[in-house]
């Protein structure tokens, strides 16, 4: 027996895309996703708006969700987690747990996109103050308060007249063990950085990197326009640890292209902390028994010629639960994924009728 379903797990922006992908080639699909609401971060994190296109992060989801809505090939399971997994690509038996019922569901194959969560700043050092001081902030942090246009000091509700922004906390970090490059928060901080300067155009902006990494059109869409239109400071350097004098923050390290040291007073610091896989990365990657990386992300098999299959057939993953991936990686690899998890359905279905 085959069944013609693909579950989907994550109803982020990788796992929306593989719903619309699969509805409109007429395959049913189930999504289970943990929280109570579709959307994945961008939705969970109240994303202000998006990098690069500076849409409303709200609308563009809600635009992209529109298709999955009331659509009878799309079965939604919110607030339920994959508690149980046995058969094979084509037949798989899954169950799903809600409001303390499980229910079994079959499907011919199964798409991970469970997505990534933020580097916890204060995990492994506390050199940059995070749970020390109130106005050290990280960037989804720092994203919230622009999305309801209050970006103050947390700590005592003032307009920030200075504020910094240090890039790659917990990536590019062999201490840590996160040697890889996150690649939105150039971006993303950047993006915020115009957002200060459009909110607060009193205020100055500084971002501390060590390079700075933008790839295609965010360079021209984000980068120079923060620089030549918003004057946003950029300032290659190591910050060695931040710290309080007075009402303000210090933050202290060495300017590496004038080679000399360096103390800037600000008023918010913002940690450009980077991405780690999801806890439920980790454990749909155990139960499902497919292969992780040493990061904990699923590794993908044939990369980069092949960019959705696991090591287990019939299981596809798709978007940030496979590495560091920005919205257009994982809307892609989610179509992708769609692609590859209908061909095998198709492929299992006709093999069964021909013995059957
Ligand atoms: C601060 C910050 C800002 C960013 N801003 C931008 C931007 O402006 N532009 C851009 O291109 N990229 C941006 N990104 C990257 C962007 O957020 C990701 O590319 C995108 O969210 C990845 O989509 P995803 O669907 O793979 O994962 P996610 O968005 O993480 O979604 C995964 C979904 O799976 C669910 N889930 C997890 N585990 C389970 C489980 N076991 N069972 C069921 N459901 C589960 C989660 O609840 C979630 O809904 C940003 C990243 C950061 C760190
Ligand atoms: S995108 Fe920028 S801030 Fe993020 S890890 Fe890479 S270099 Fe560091």
């Given at each position: 027996?085959?069944?013609?379903?693909v579950?989907?797990?994550?109803?982020?922006?990788?796992?929306?895309e593989?719903?619309?992908g699969?509805?409109?080639?007429?395959?049913?699909v189930?999504?289970?996703?943990?929280?109570?609401?579709?959307?994945?971060?961008?939705?969970?994190?109240?994303?202000?708006?998006l990098?690069?296109?500076?849409?409303?992060?709200?609308?563009?989801?809600?635009?992209?969700?529109?298709?999955?809505?009331?659509?009878?090939?799309?079965?939604?399971?919110?607030?339920?987690?994959?508690?149980?997994?046995a058969?094979?690509?084509?037949?798989?038996?899954?169950?799903?747990?809600?409001?303390?019922?499980?229910?079994?569901?079959?499907?011919?194959?199964?798409?991970?996109?469970?997505?990534?969560?933020?580097?916890?700043?204060?995990?492994?050092?506390?050199?940059y103050?995070?749970?020390?001081?109130?106005?050290?902030?990280t960037?989804?942090?720092?994203?919230?308060?622009?999305?309801?246009?209050?970006?103050?000091?947390?700590?005592?509700?003032r307009?920030?007249?200075?504020?910094a922004?240090?890039?790659?906390?917990?990536?590019?970090?062999?201490?840590?063990?996160?040697?890889?490059?996150s690649?939105?928060?150039?971006?993303?901080?950047?993006?915020?950085?115009?957002?200060?300067?459009?909110?607060?155009?009193?205020?100055?902006?500084?971002?501390?990197?060590?390079?700075?990494?933008?790839?295609?059109?965010?360079?021209?869409?984000?980068y120079?326009?923060?620089?030549?239109?918003?004057?946003?400071?950029?300032?290659?350097?190591?910050?060695?640890?931040?710290?309080?004098?007075?009402?303000?923050?210090?933050?202290?390290?060495?300017?590496?292209?004038?080679?000399?040291?360096?103390?800037?007073?600000?008023?918010?610091?913002?940690?450009?902390?980077?991405?780690e896989?999801?806890?439920?990365?980790?454990?749909?990657?155990?139960?499902?028994?497919?292969?992780?990386?040493?990061?904990?992300?699923?590794?993908?098999?044939?990369?980069?010629?092949?960019?959705?299959?696991?090591?287990?057939?019939?299981?596809?993953?798709?978007?940030?639960?496979?590495?560091?991936?920005?919205l257009?990686?994982?809307?892609?690899?989610?179509?992708?994924?769609?692609?590859?998890?209908?061909?095998?359905?198709?492929?299992?279905?006709?093999?069964?009728?021909?013995?059957?």
């Amino acid at each position: 027996m085959s069944s013609g379903r693909v579950l989907i797990i994550g109803g982020g922006p990788a796992g929306i895309e593989a719903a619309r992908g699969l509805a409109d080639l007429g395959v049913p699909v189930t999504i289970v996703e943990s929280r109570d609401r579709l959307g994945g971060m961008p939705i969970a994190a109240h994303y202000a708006t998006l990098t690069p296109s500076l849409e409303d992060a709200e609308q563009a989801m809600a635009r992209m969700l529109a298709p999955l809505l009331g659509n009878p090939a799309v079965e939604l399971r919110l607030g339920a987690a994959v508690s149980g997994f046995a058969g094979a690509a084509g037949d798989f038996e899954l169950s799903v747990a809600r409001n303390g019922s499980q229910e079994s569901v079959r499907a011919g194959a199964i798409i991970v996109a469970t997505g990534f969560q933020h580097f916890d700043p204060g995990r492994e050092t506390q050199m940059y103050g995070y749970y020390e001081f109130d106005d050290v902030i990280t960037l989804p942090e720092s994203e919230k308060m622009l999305k309801e246009h209050s970006f103050v000091r947390p700590s005592d509700g003032r307009l920030p007249e200075r504020v910094a922004f240090i890039q790659c906390v917990g990536s590019r970090d062999r201490q840590i063990g996160n040697e890889f490059c996150s690649k939105v928060c150039c971006g993303v901080a950047s993006k915020q950085a115009i957002e200060i300067r459009q909110q607060l155009p009193e205020a100055k902006v500084f971002i501390f990197y060590i390079d700075m990494r933008m790839y295609g059109y965010w360079e021209n869409r984000i980068y120079w326009p923060a620089q030549e239109q918003y004057k946003v400071n950029y300032i290659r350097g190591i910050v060695a640890e931040v710290l309080k004098k007075g009402d303000r923050l210090v933050i202290r390290g060495e300017d590496t292209t004038l080679g000399r040291p360096m103390e800037i007073a600000v008023d918010v610091v913002v940690l450009s902390v980077g991405m780690e896989p999801s806890q439920g990365t980790r454990e749909m990657a155990r139960l499902l028994g497919l292969r992780q990386n040493k990061y904990g992300y699923i590794e993908t098999e044939g990369v980069p010629l092949a960019t959705v299959l696991t090591s287990v057939e019939g299981v596809f993953a798709a978007g940030a639960c496979t590495g560091p991936a920005d919205l257009e990686d994982s809307v892609s690899m989610g179509g992708a994924a769609a692609l590859k998890a209908a061909a095998l359905v198709r492929k299992k279905a006709l093999a069964a009728g021909a013995t059957g």
